[in-house]
């Protein structure tokens, strides 16, 4: 694997407005009708390029973060890094635009983001490989690699390096597929958008303005790729794609009773569980279905509990969930 070709090129970036926010409601939690998430079809929500400016208080965030973190990278910002766009973070900001030929400015926007690459970013590309072979395309994420690497028909093909989600906002480890696809958003999300069917978010894979932060926790969550790797991967990736993230799960809070038509990150954690101890869940895709009802059945039964297809503390204790 780790002698397939990797591309470090940067495609031109759309320096266009993104607008798409992504939002989620929750339903009410009984036995049978678990909490249930509702998304848009289309639309990332993982990340999106405020304008970030003085402001009393000041504004905070992972943006703000990766700013001063890539400010003081470059030697233009020596204050603490504390999320907070304080008048230190402002005053490198000005100075940087100075020293780009840029308006003196001490708002930060996307033409700030773009002006932060340097030449180690872009590099020229290799002849493209042979053309894909036919057959059933499937991407597998390795997060603590930092690689993205697609397959046809189970052979690899292609592998990009990328960057994955900061440890307060983890990439979503499990099995998803691509179930929609949109170009031009530009911005954060750089130059094209893959929709993962995560229940719990609007998770995706994007290129990106700020490709010094590939080969890095750095994004919210979703999957950063180079925009010339996006680019490229884009069109060999039809609606339904199979994507695996695979990397460390998080035991995480499970709630006292977990049942069928729960949805969420303890789900993936219960059908890792699951399955590590042979018992079929299909696919650990956060949704507590009839597969996943059946497998803690079949575990109910064999510690002679009543298999009524819940877990509770009793389950969870017996499978590491607490």
Known sequence: MKSLPTVSAVGSVAVSALALLFTAGAGLAGPGRGPVLTAPSRGPSCQV???LAPADPP??????LELQERLKALGFYQGALDGAYGPRTA????????SRGLAPAEVADTYTW??????DDVTVRPPPPAPPPKGQASIIIDIEAKTLTLSFNGRPYRQWNVASGRWNSPSP???????????????????????LNVPWDGYGIHGTDRPWSIGYDASEGCIRMRNADVEELYP???IGTPVRIIGTLERGDPPRVMY????????????????????GVGTRNGRFGPETAAA?????????????GHVGTDLQIILEMR
Request: charge should be negative; glycine fraction near 14%.
């Open 49 to 51: 390029n405020r304008p």
């Open 59 to 64: 504004l905070v965030g992972d943006d703000v």
């Open 91 to 98: 005053a490198a900001v000005r100075r940087w635009h100075e």
């Open 114 to 119: 773009l002006s932060l690459s340097d030449p």
């Open 173 to 195: 480890v499990g099995d998803w597929k691509v179930v929609d696809k949109l170009t031009g958003l530009g911005g954060g999300f750089g130059s094209r958008w893959m929709k």
């Open 236 to 238: 060999l990736v039809p």
């Open 260 to 279: 069928q038509g729960m949805q969420g990150r303890e789900v993936v954690f219960l059908q890792d569980r699951l399955l590590r101890r042979g018992l």
């Open 296 to 308: 803690v059945e079949e575990l109910e039964i064999f510690y002679g509990l009543p298999p009524d």
